[in-house]
Structures are given as C-alpha cells and as structure tokens.
C-alpha cells in the first residue's frame, strides 16, 4: 500500500524537518509550551507519514520493530533514573537537585518575564528529553501493531 | 540504611515502575533471567509495604513529599504554606491496605512465574503486572485527588490489558473492553469532580480540601460522581456486570490481584466519605445508600453465582457478593455516626468488622481464584460440567479450595467467621434485618461451594483426568502462603484486630488527624 | 452569562458524548462518544482556570504578567496523555473483537452474559 | 493469656482456640467409637460391591453428577426469581453503560433531596 512517487520522496524529505521541528518542542519544554509528550508526538508522526507513504516491508526494513521497543523502554529507564537520583543524593524521591546549582541546567531564572535561559530549570529538561523519546518509541509501536493488525485480515476469516 | 527508610513511600513506587520498564531488556537474557527479576522486584516492593506499615503503626501517619530537600519539609517554605506537590500521606488505613496489597502481590508473581511458563508474551505480561501492582499501591498511598486519578488510570489500563491478554476467540478481548470503557468513563466522571473542588478550594490535597470544605450544591454534585464512580469500581451491584465478565476471562493469577485492585477503589470509596467529606455529608443517608448498594451487592451476587457453569464466573458473583458485605460492615459504621451513643456500641464494631472483612476476602478470594487457576492450567476448562474426580491426584489443590470454600462461607476456626461475626452482630443491633439477609446469604455462599467443590473434586477418576498432576512448586507455595495466613487469622483473629484493624478504624472516623498530619500545626 | 459561556459548552459537549455512547449501536462510534466526553472535560478543567484578559502562562517575551492559571493546564495535558492510552487500548480491542466476531455491532459482541 | 486471641465483638466473645480443641476432642471420641467396631467384616471386592438390585454398575463417566444438576430442585424452585434476574445481565455494553449512568443520577437524587 505504498503511496505514489511524489508523495514518497516528499514524504522522505519532510521526514527530517519534523523530527528537527519535534526535538526543538521537546528541548524547548521548560520555556515554550510543549515539552516531552507533545514533542514525541510530533517526532511520532515523522515516523508515521513514513510508513503511510512507503510499504510497510520497506519501513521495517529501515527501521526495526524492536529498536523502537528499546527506544521506549530507555526513555522510561532515565525517566524513574532521574527521580531515583534524587534519593541516592540523600534528597527525597522526584527532587529537582540540578536546579540553581550553576551546573547543567542550573542557572537561576529571574522571576517575572524574561528571554528564556536554555540551560534552567534543573531535571525538567532532563525529564522532557526522556518522556520525549519513550513517547517517541511509545506511539509508532502503537501505530505499527495497528497497521500489521490491518495487513492480515485475512487470517481472521 | 536510613535513607532508604526515609524514602520508603518513594521506593514503593518506584520499584515495581524501574522492574516493570526494565522487564523487556532483563528477559532478552533469558527466560530465568526475568524470572529472578521480576520475584527480586515483587519482593522488594512487598518488602517496602511491609516495612511502611510497620513504621505507621508504631508512629502514626507518615507523609512523604515528592520533590522537597528534607523529609520534615512537608510544605517547603517557597510553596507559601499551601502543600503544591504530592503529597503520600499514609494513615494506619492506608497501612492495612498496603499489607494486603504486598501479600496478595507477592503470591500471585509468585502464582504466574509457573503458570505462565509454557505460554508466549511473557515479558508483556509481567511489565504490565508490575505497572497494576504499582497503580494499585499508588492507589492506597497517595494523599493527593489528582493524583489518585492517575494511578486509577493506570491500574483500570493494566488491568484491562491483562484481563484481555488470552485472546481466547475474542471473549476475553470483550471483557477487556468492557472493564477499559466503564472505568475510562468512571475515570472522566471522576476528573470532573476533582475539577468542581479544585475550583473552589484551590487545591488537590485531600486534606488541604477536607480541612476547607464547608458544603456547597456543587460539593455534593461532586460527593455523587466520587462516590458512583468509585462505586462502580469496586462493583457494587447496579453496576458489577463487569466484574463477573473481566475477572472470568482474565488468567487467574490477574484475577486474584484485580479482586485487590477493587478493594483499592473501596478504600478510596471509604476515604472519599470518612476524610474527604468528614463532618460535611449526612452520615445517616450516605450511611443508608451503602447499606442498600452492600445488601444489594450481597443478595444478587450469591443468586446469580448459583446456577452458575464456569468456576471462575461463580467466584466472581461471590467477590461481588463479598464485597456487598464490606459495603453493609462499613455503611453501619457510616450510619451509625450519626448519633454518637449508637456509634460506641454498633458503630465501631461494624466498622472493624467491614474493615476485617476487606483483609480477610483478599486472602481467601486469592486463594480461590488461585485454585481455580491450577485447574485451567492442569485440565484447560473452566465448565464445571466437564470437570470430576480430581480430588484422587490434585490432593494438595483440594486441601487449599476446602480452606478458601470454607472461609469464604464463614465457617467457624476461619478468618472467614471472625470478620462475618463482628458484622452480624453489629447490624443485628442497628438493623435485624440486614443481619437476617447477610445470614441467608452466607448460608447460600456455603451451598454454592458445595456445588463447586463435589462437581471438581469428588465422584471417581474420570478418564480424561486419569493421568492429572499436581500444581507445580511455586503454585503450591503461593497458595501455601494465603492458606496458612487464612488459617492465622482465623484462629487469632483478636490480636489481627488491635494490631491492624483498629488503629486503621479510628484513623477512618478522625478526618481531624489526618488533615493535621499534613498541615502540621496550621489546620 | 458570558463568563459561564464555556461551560455551556462543555455540558454541550458532554451530553453529545453520552448521546452517542448510549444510544449508538456500533462500538467504534461509542468510542469516539468516550473521546468526545473527555474532550469535554478537557476543555472544562481548562475554563476553570481561565481569568479575565490574562495571557498564556509562558514566562518567556510575556507581554504582561496577567496570567491564566497553569495548573489547571497541566491536569488536562495528564488526562489528554491517559486519553490517548485509552484510545489506543480501546480501538486495538475492538480490532481483534472484529477479527473474531466479524461484527462491531454492540448488541452482538454479548458472548458473557447471565 | 486467654484474651490474647478472644475475639470480644461487644456484645460476645468468640475464641478460636477453644473451638478447634472441642472439635478436636471430637474428631478423638468419634475415633475411639470408630476403632472399637468389627474389625472381621468382609472387604472383598464383591462384597463390598455397591447393589444396584442386580444390573452392572455404570461406567465412570455416567455416575458422576455434574455440576449442572447440582440444586436442581433450588433453581427450579426459584425459577420466576431467575427468569427475572438473568436477562438482566445481557452483557451488552451500552446496558452497563446505562446501569452506571442511572445510579449516578438516582443517588443524585436520593443525597439531593434527603441532604
């Protein structure tokens, strides 16, 4: 069920700047509306208009079913890794220790309105970064099992 | 070593999360990899709910904040005296919960690293088992509204999945959808009530909202929607059409932890009306419309599980009659607050009793299920019609139904008995005919495991069974374990109930406490 | 009557929900009755917190500091992501019921009953 | 020692302990009655054979009861009951959608006016 010429080659050239697009949404959570879920949504249809456009055989030839599994799966680790991190500093479970630390993410923000400083808010971003890939792996699984499920209805007779 | 004690509500959530996600990755190493994996995390949750119950009862609530430096920062000093972050505030109740849950968690990990062995999509199971065991604790630990709705969410989603996990020729994918549907909407309803408080009292925190509330037209809309959607959780009787047809189709040892996951809903059910809404609702009408639902709940439940042909759909009308009797334990309590001089005598031991009554049918309806299981896994049917004569090789499996039947039926040296005997004597006084009923209907729970237990296990050897064996090992340890707690309990059930059950009833009836517990000394 | 306008619109949109989920036959519309049920309290949970002329409470170039309260948003940005995990479950399942009944009409699709 | 495990539900008390040694008591004397009785009786297979005034008996199958007629008489006798509350459950999903919505509206009700 592959797509004609012109909207496969498009698709394989937008293919990129979404993904460019979702990871700045995701990088970007802390400051901008967005963040991990909405980011890894948006790099999930990357994915998706792939497989829209190209057969679905080709797809799983680029991309493996279980690379996205292994995606999703380190996502959820760093997730829970960071909030355990918390506990193993001798802080309590989910606590931002990065923040107002002057390290990575740790400068201090002024209150009220300012031009967005990248490297604030402690874990948050760490945090964005990992919802942002299991999100990622999470939802072109879904959208893979549902197009297999699809392909063979035949074996359902 | 203190830290992790201090930490402990922390690590009971994020245990059984890291061993659910790293599930996939540890079983890529093999089959007996996972296997040690998921028994070492189940252990150690259980541990944890072990240990934070112990600490609760010695030194009464604790409340644990995620995300603040020191554990004695419960409202940090740069949330302006509001408690903004969640809040596990784990009360002696809560405690009560949290060990059935670890007990009941542990045997059935235990219970399906056997059962699931010569089947395919192991690693999915577990994952998603590890993630109901950590909604359900969430459930029962967590002192924030919203918070609670996600954890609800996420134990309705497990669960749904695991109930539909056997696709057997679809059924099982119905069930599934039908327990996902009714608690997505259980879930919406509830979020629209958490939305009508948290516009009002500005925020999420049970204790903060208790400790503000003063009863409005738009609390009491909300009182309803928690209390319908909570009820339809645990299946109380106008809506349990999808307790018998989820935990029928689900694999068994899903079942007996789904019989927990409801009783979380209860307990949030009683959270909801003791604590939430304590001095603002009219005790003696909520008191009533439980009394109705749990009589209901009773009579309905054993009537329908009679004629009854598969065994696990018969033993799903009884957790849903079972409940109905928690329900008329805890509603008399309810009711009875009414009028302090008939809440010393009735009240308190209805209340114990209801509350006894949730610990001891985890135990026994675990048990149970858990049988009914080695029977599908040893003879592959469910029809009572089709089963006989496995007394003559499943020896040890017959023993521990004879003990589950028995307790269930609330048969005397039990923990069946002790919990059903507080509640007809405590609503004999306030009602004699609810007692009448819960008689009756005790009567007919005995005779329908009569059914089931001549139908699997007496009359002779039939031919396709000749060659049966018994459960393997870690089945037979797992049922070993809920058998001699039944047994325990039954014998000693007095000193279960000064230890467990009645610091967790006299924390119910205290609102005050708890939300002092969380405001310190500002409520 | 204006400033209770919106949640007008969410009784609107909630009741359409239970219309469809109530008295459709089919069992992928009565899911879309669920989503549209929670697109109403989604939008609820958001007109909560809405204030009079305030903004979107992003910090960054803020043309003024009035602003919208942000936790309401973040309740509904959770309930939209358990949204979607409900959808997902909901839909593959009627997928494999498909496959086995060949029917997703809701009367049919009663194998567990009495 | 002895209120240790006497369970005192206010208005009785109920002790488990006593309960299992008087039914262990029991379990000895009936024993005891059991154990003086003839001990010559014929246990040969024949004798022992169980009378069914002559024709063979069955084979296994046959004589198991199955569970379905199992307290025939109970459902037969509460048949109007039954034939009233199995269609109830239909297991149709918009029926259970119903039953919850109606609840909720009922109980509305019911806490509304009684406050």
Partial sequence: MSMSKIIRTTADVMFMFIMVFGFYIVLHGHLTPGGGFQGGAVIATAFILLIVAHHMDDFLGWFKKDSFQTCEMSGLVLFIGTALAAISLGYLFFMNFLSGKGGLFGQFVPFGINQGFMSTAGTIPIMNIAVGIEVLGGLTIIILYMTSGIQSPEEGK | MDIILDNLPGLLIAIPLLGAFLTPLVSRAGDAARNIWVLLTVALTSLCGLLIASRVLETGTIVYTFGVQHLSEIIPPDSGGIPIRIIFTIDPLSAFMLIIASIVSFCIILYSLSSMEKLSGKDGFFTLLLLLIAGVYGMIATGDLFNFFVFLEISSLAGAALVAYRIDKGVAAEAGLKYAALSTLGGLLFLVAIGFLYVQYNSLNMAVIASRMNLTGLDIIAFVLFFTALAMKCGAVPMHFWTPDSYAMAPSAVTAFLVVSSQASLYALFRVCFTLYGGQI?????????????????????????????????????????????????????????????????????????????????????????????????????????????????????????????????????????????????????????????????????????????????????????????????????????????????????????????????????????????????? | MIDNLPFLVVAITILLGLYTLLFRKDLIKMIMGISLIEAGVNLFLIALGYRWESIAPIFTGAPSLAMVMPTVQALTLTSIVIGVATLALLLSMVMIIYRHYHTTDVREVTKLQG | MIEAFTLSTGFGSWNAVFWVISFAIALIIGWLIWSRGEKTYETSAEATASFLSGNAEPEKEAVHIRAGNLYWGYTDALSGYYRFIKPLHTGNLSDYFLAYLFVTALMLIVVVILK
């Fill in chain 2, 282 to 523: 009219n005790p003696l009408t909520v008191g009533w419309v439980m009394i109705i639902l749990g009589v209901l709940s009773m009579f309905i439940g054993v009537t329908m599980a009679i004629p009854q042909k598969d065994v696990k759909r018969l033993m799903a009308y009884h957790a849903v009659s079972q409940t109905g009797y928690m329900l008329l334990g805890v509603g008399v309590g309810l009711a009875a607050l009414s009028s302090t001089c008939m809440f010393n005598s009735v009240g308190m031991t209805a209340l114990k009793g209801g509350l006894f009554h949730i610990m001891n049918h985890a135990l026994y309806k675990g048990l149970l299920f858990l049988t009914a299981g080695v029977i599908m896994y040893r003879c592959g049917t469910r029809n009572l019609n089709q089963l006989g004569g496995l007394g003559h090789n499943m020896k040890w499996t017959m023993v521990f139904f004879m003990i589950g039947a028995l307790a269930i039926a609330g048969i005397p040296p039990f923990n069946g008995f002790a919990s059903k005997l507080l509640i007809y004597e405590s609503t004999f006084l306030f009602n004699p005919l609810l007692a009448v009923i819960a008689m009756v209907v005790s009567i007919l729970t005995l005779a329908s495991f009569v059914k089931v237990f001549h139908s699997m296990f007496m009359g002779p050897k039939l031919p396709e069974y000749e060659d049966v064996k018994e459960a393997p090992a870690p089945m037979l340890i797992a049922m070993a374990i809920l058998a001699i707690l039944v047994i325990l309990f039954g014998i000693f059930p007095q000193t279960v109930i000064d230890t467990l059950v009645a610091p967790a009833a006299t924390a119910l009836i205290d609102y005050h406490g708890y939300a002092a517990a969380v405001l310190g000394a500002q409520s």
